[in-house]
């Protein structure tokens, strides 16, 4: 089962969540000023989630685990949930390395 992307409008600027097949949301992007911007960070999405070197492996300050998925210039593309421990975030990483290739779009704009 394939993920989608939901992108959505919020105020008047954009932002999208990545949700596995079974419809949890995965990944959270940051905030876009314009529709494309917002697609064009889906398509990072879609190009950078199957090399694992572009996670970022974090700590909460309340010790909580989560992750940030990086463009290759460094910036973060989007955030993950908080997590209880760092197996269930490595989880949370390889269903965003599975269903974040999909080019399902769910446009609620």
Sequence with gaps: MSGDYILKRSGDQYMFNLRAGNYQVILTSQRYSTKAAAENGIASVQK???DDARFQRLKAKDNSDYFNLTAGNGEV???SEMYTSSAAR???IESVK???PTTKVQDQT
């Design 48 to 50: 950078n989630s199957a």
């Design 98 to 100: 599975n269903n974040g």
């Design 90 to 92: 490595d989880k949370g």
């Design 77 to 79: 593309i989007g955030r």
